[in-house]
């Protein structure tokens, strides 16, 4: 053998053992090393809630939520806001529905008042799932709690405000959300019994919004064609104020016409401020949201809670206007 083929023989073998003592030394190392393991955050949400909204992308639902997820994070629960995109009778109860199939530990909605709702509320309620009803009442069913407006008195209180404002001198006209929905009958009722002793005041028409901004703009059109006579308009919607004072400033009518809605969204400030709208009812939905999950846990753990509980409710004029009340809560 040639003296340039041991040289080569010999640096192949130390190549093979290098190379085999690499192989070795990371093969140890990938056999004996420690894989990250995945990190799963803990759950420590004690309850899972769900509440069930009139509609979802309702301004004033949205309060309501805000109010509840607040709570929801400072006591650790899990909400869930679900419910119908626009205001449906049958999707709202097929999603209680669904919500107490899925055993969740409570459920917070707003009451219905066909006579399909409470024997729904009550089969669940029997099934050890409490229900609590937000906003709108089902005082016939066995839902353990109800926390939201005293609707009627909030009606009283929009026709005292209306006798005050116009000096008992007044031809009314009401665009109500629905003919339907409990706490727009008590409204209205509650306004027909504040104006009934005064012989100045007398209601000449009563429309049908269905909620819908769209509506009730419509609705307050007809009936100015049909009842020029109408100096005041009580909605009592969120959306009705908003649609009557739309077509009041087309008619160009904003000093002859009296209005009071309900609630306080943007627009409807808006308006009061440039004079269109002269009062409104104001309620507390994020309060509202906000205490049905505290209430909701205490039902959970055993305590006793009212069955009745109402939040406040006022009227607001343009006076009482702050200079910002964009970070108010709890105004529909």
Not at 56 to 79: F, H, I, T
Not at 93 to 100: D, F, P, Q, R, V
Not at 270 to 298: L, W
Request: hydrophobic share 40%; net charge neutral.
């Amino acid at each position: 053998m040639s003296r340039l083929s041991i040289v080569a023989y010999v640096v192949g073998v130390v190549c093979f053992i290098v190379s085999c003592s690499f192989s070795v030394f990371y093969g140890y190392k990938v056999v004996t090393h420690q894989l990250p393991t995945e990190e799963k955050e803990p759950n420590d949400d004690r309850y899972h809630f769900v509440l069930i909204p009139e509609e979802l992308d309702n301004d004033y639902w949205r309060l309501v939520e805000e109010g509840a997820r607040a709570a929801a994070k400072k006591y650790d629960v899990l909400l869930e806001y679900t419910g119908p995109r626009q205001a449906n009778f049958d999707d709202h109860l097929k999603t209680i529905e669904m919500s107490a199939a899925a055993k969740v530990d409570g459920i917070m909605t707003q009451g219905l008042s066909d006579e399909q709702f409470s024997p729904l509320i009550n089969r669940i309620v029997e099934k050890g799932i409490p229900v609590i009803t937000v906003d709108t009442d089902a005082a016939n069913s066995k839902r353990l709690a109800y926390i939201g407006t005293d609707n009627y008195y909030s009606g009283f209180l929009a026709g005292k405000a209306l006798i005050a404002d116009t000096n008992g001198q007044a031809n009314v006209a009401i665009i109500t959300g629905s003919f339907n929905k409990n706490h727009q009958r008590q409204r209205v009722q509650g306004f027909k019994d504040a104006i009934q002793s005064e012989k100045g005041i007398r209601i000449v028409a009563i429309e049908e919004s269905q909620i819908s901004r769209v509506r009730a703009f419509e609705k307050a059109y007809q009936i100015l064609q049909e009842h020029p006579e109408v100096t005041a308009f009580f909605g009592t919607s969120a959306l009705d104020g908003i649609g009557v004072a739309e077509v009041v400033e087309k008619f160009n009518k904003q000093k002859q016409i009296y209005i009071i809605g309900f609630d306080l969204l943007k627009e409807t400030q808006k308006y009061i401020r440039k004079g269109t709208i002269q009062a409104t009812v104001v309620q507390e939905p994020f309060e509202m949201g906000y205490r049905a999950v505290k209430m909701m846990i205490d039902l959970r753990e055993g305590k006793k809670v009212p069955s009745t509980i109402h939040t406040a409710t006022r009227i607001l004029r343009k006076y009482d206007l702050p200079p910002y009340l964009n970070n108010i809560k709890g105004v529909r």
